[in-house]
């Protein structure tokens, strides 16, 4: 059974940092592509980034490029997102996916429940 678990959530001040991990279970992540997505209440779920599996390509929304990395340990079964220079628009539920395909795909089918992450002063 596929499984992903977030963690890593909770309260910051603007300008600080949070590493989110998504801990997966029930398939062999070396094999497959995970992103991140996010989304705040009356808001439509963002893409924010995803890592392929072979050459570990990653990508980011824009509005995250050059704060926020995505990086994955194949031997922990975990993906990781490092959020840096944190705004309160970054605060929302975040969230892992994958749908067992290598590259990023358009569409995701297994879901984590979500971690929230709220930046504010």
């Known amino acids: 059974q596929v499984r992903l678990v977030e963690s890593g959530g909770g309260l910051v001040r603007p300008g600080g940092s949070l590493r989110l991990s998504c801990a997966t279970s029930?398939?062999?992540?070396?094999?497959?592509?995970v992103a991140w997505f996010r989304r705040n209440p009356g808001t439509e779920r963002e893409w924010v980034a995803c890592?392929?599996?072979?050459?570990?390509?990653?990508s980011y929304a824009d509005s995250v490029k050059g704060r926020f990395a995505i990086a994955r340990d194949d031997a922990k079964s975990t993906v990781y997102l490092q959020m840096d220079s944190l705004k309160p628009e970054d605060t929302a539920v975040y969230f892992c996916?994958?749908?067992?395909?290598?590259?990023?795909?358009?569409?995701?089918?297994?879901w984590g429940q979500g971690t929230y992450v709220d930046v504010s002063s």
């Open positions: 029930g398939f062999a992540l070396e094999y497959y592509a």
């Open positions: 996916a994958t749908d067992l395909t290598e590259q990023c795909p358009v569409d995701f089918n297994y």
């Open positions: 890592i392929s599996t072979s050459d570990k390509t990653t």
